[in-house]
């Protein structure tokens, strides 16, 4: 076992079938069992009662977007990490001592976005 | 070959149906506790304790009508649910729900598949469900599910950098990333949850994070939101959604059982497999063993959905700029100084002494440099 050849993942391809065949048949089966009954008014975008207005395709807060940018760089970094980890215990107080020199220059980089204020949600 | 592959089969069948059924009366479970919390009596109705409920609210949506808006996006309307479950119900595959199974003189891991990079498996694809939020969401073309779903987006991405370097200093320890090596490391009560206190507890935090849970269940808040992400959303889409909520929390529970509290570890374990090994033949001793194995995992897995239910019942929701405020300047910091610690303890001759050693000189270092800052601010 644990070997990493290719038929280990043979079970997975049973286990992503089961999991399709449900979602489909899931979906398939509520298509034709509920009732269909159309109408203008129901079929527009909810909005609490009053009349839809226009389309949902609304520029948002530039905020997200940033976040999104930062979880990029941040979660490269962290994947960086993951091979030093594993083999940890070989690499010794060298590999630590690198490893918090690379740390340091993730948290100077943490450290410059939260005085660019890039994470104040609370102000534009 | 042949017939450890019928055995795997059969065993993730059974993976696959435990985690259906469990996400199906976990729903139960909530209303139930929630009645109990709240003081009220709860599901009461179909059959005895309402213990059908699940089935009903089941049938029920199956016959509701099911609806799509006509400015919605209708591929990607219909595929957003199906994503967010099939994502859910993958990442069952690598969870080590026993130790072995001797039968015809082989050990069969009772586990989907045991590959060496199993937890990682479990991250990507449970990064892959904020696709089915995001996509229903955005189909919809409604703006409180497209807020809905930006939100959880981004709070998921969030959360998810403190939950990495969290698992980087499981991993450190374990020096693995199968889960099954992780869980053997922690054999008898030598549990990681001693080793790495705070290591726990982000990881708990941001599991209910993840999961869309209480106190983080922005994207879906009522008062703000209409229903978040699946607001149009009706019959057994709005099912899958929920569901996958639910399966979802089944699994990290199981994860975060499997990498701090030892899955099928418990105290004297090898004591109760000798015992049972000398009394009953080495075949059955041993699968029984087993067994009391798995039901240990399955009990450690309902204390932690107990304790995600708990939490919604009692803490009230975050804004969002708290919340992004925590992932981001709490979270993530206090995981790196976890790793860090939990780094040098590992190196050092004594780990366990020197992790709390560790974080007793950074808890003295943080609130001694808080405490002056404090007093030179309150002094000008």
Known sequence: MNKGLPQDYLPLLIQFSLALGFVVMTI?????????????????????GIESQGDARLPMSVKYFLIAILFVLFDVEIIFMYPWAVNFKKLGWFGFTEMLMFVGFLMAGFYYIIKKGVLNWDED | MEFILLIKGLIILTIFALSLGIAAYETYFERV????????????????????QPLADAGKL?????????????????????????TALMSSAVIPFGDTLLIKGQYIPVQGMDVNIGILWVFGIVSLGVYGILIGGWASNNKYSLYGAIRAASQNISYELAMGITLLSVIVVTGSLSIRTIVGLQHGIDWNIFYQPVGFLIFVTCSLAECNRTPFDLPESENELVAGYHTEYGSMKLGLYLFSEYVNMFISSAIIASLFLGAYNYPGMDFVHSFLTGKLGESFGHNLATVLGILVYILKIFFFIFVFMWVRWTLPRFKYDQLMNMAWKWMM??????LIIVAAAELSPYPLLFNYIGLAIFAFLYFGSRTVYNNKKSKL
Do not use: H, W
């Open chain 2, 33 to 52: 506790i929630a009645a109990y919390i709240q003081d009220r009596v709860g599901p009461d109705r179909a059959g005895p304790f309402g213990i059908l």
């Open chain 2, 62 to 86: 199956f016959f509701k009508e099911d609806f799509i808006p006509t400015l919605a996006d209708k591929g990607l309307f219909i595929i957003g649910p199906g994503i967010a479950m099939l």
């Open chain 2, 333 to 338: 910091p206090l995981s790196i100084v976890n």
């Open chain 1, 28 to 48: 398939f089966a509520s298509t034709y069992l509920g009732p269909r009954l159309r109408s203008k008014r129901k079929e527009d975008p909810f909005e609490c």
